[in-house]
T-cell receptor, first 111, second 115 residues
Framework: QKEVEQNSGPLSVPEGAIASLNCTYSDRGSQSFFWYRQYSGKSPELIMFIYSNGDKEDGRFTAQLNKASQYVSLLIRDSQPSDSATYLCAVSQAGSYQLTFGKGTKLSVIP | GAVVSQHPSWVICKSGTSVKIECRSLDFQATTMFWYRQFPKQSLMLMATSNEGSKATYEQGVEKDKFLINHASLTLSTLTVTSAHPEDSSFYIC???????????FGPGTRLTVT
């Protein structure tokens, strides 16, 4: 069974700090990796996707992928209270458009 | 990214009635849409994959006769919850896949309450 694991948190960081969110996946055939942000009562919002090993940066967000370790992470620099949300890691397998989601990590940025 | 709308944003219905939820891709033609369900404090569960012009593909455990999906055009997919029961109360969210990649963009969701 394909699994995506995330620490449920809550992860608390002070405002201005770096928040580090981690995700592991079980299927070595996974090809595409996504991070979604979900505010309470709202639908998920895509914030990053990464397909190749290494780092991908977009503004304050950096996604890191290590396929050998089956590990993907999201770094949020200069964390803001508005970043407080649940972050969902999602993975799709090669040749498939379906996403498998982790249960999410709740992030709380303390002013 | 893609812009996706859903209607209605929330609905309350009585047990035994049917409810239709619309999902629209506003800025591009989506050959593939997905329907998810999310219970409180749980992650998203994929219900079905909706393909334009063909029958939807349902995930294991999802009753296709209860959750009717129609993807009649490249911009519209509908989910009809038939003979709704209180246990069907949930947050229903659709997504569209961009044709150039694997990313999915979600609609705002529909909160269904069955009394």
């Amino acid at each position: 069974q394909k699994e995506v694991e995330q620490n449920s948190g809550p992860l608390s960081v002070p405002e201005g700090a770096i928040a580090s969110l981690n995700c592991t996946y079980s299927d070595r055939g996974s090809q595409s990796f996504f991070w979604y942000r979900q505010y309470s009562g709202k639908s998920p919002e895509l914030i990053m996707f990464i397909y190749s090993n290494g780092d991908k940066e977009d503004g304050r967000f950096t996604a890191q992928l290590n396929k050998a370790s089956q590990y993907v992470s999201l770094l949020i620099r200069d964390s803001q209270p508005s970043d407080s949300a649940t972050y969902l890691c999602a993975v799709s397998q090669a040749g498939s458009y379906q996403l498998t989601f982790g249960k999410g990590t709740k992030l709380s940025v303390i002013p | 990214g893609a812009v996706v709308s859903q209607h209605p944003s929330w609905v309350i219905c009585k047990s035994g009635t049917s409810v239709k939820i619309e999902c629209r891709s506003l800025d591009f033609q989506a050959t593939t849409m997905f329907w998810y369900r999310q219970f409180p404090k749980q992650s998203l569960m994929l219900m079905a994959t909706s393909n334009e012009g063909s029958k939807a593909t349902y995930e294991q455990g999802v009753e296709k006769d209860k959750f009717l999906i129609n993807h009649a055009s490249l911009t519209l997919s509908t989910l009809t919850v038939t003979s709704a029961h209180p246990e069907d109360s949930s947050f229903y969210i659709c997504s569209v896949r961009v044709t150039s990649g694997y990313e999915q963009y979600f609609g705002p969701g529909t909160r269904l309450t069955v009394t």
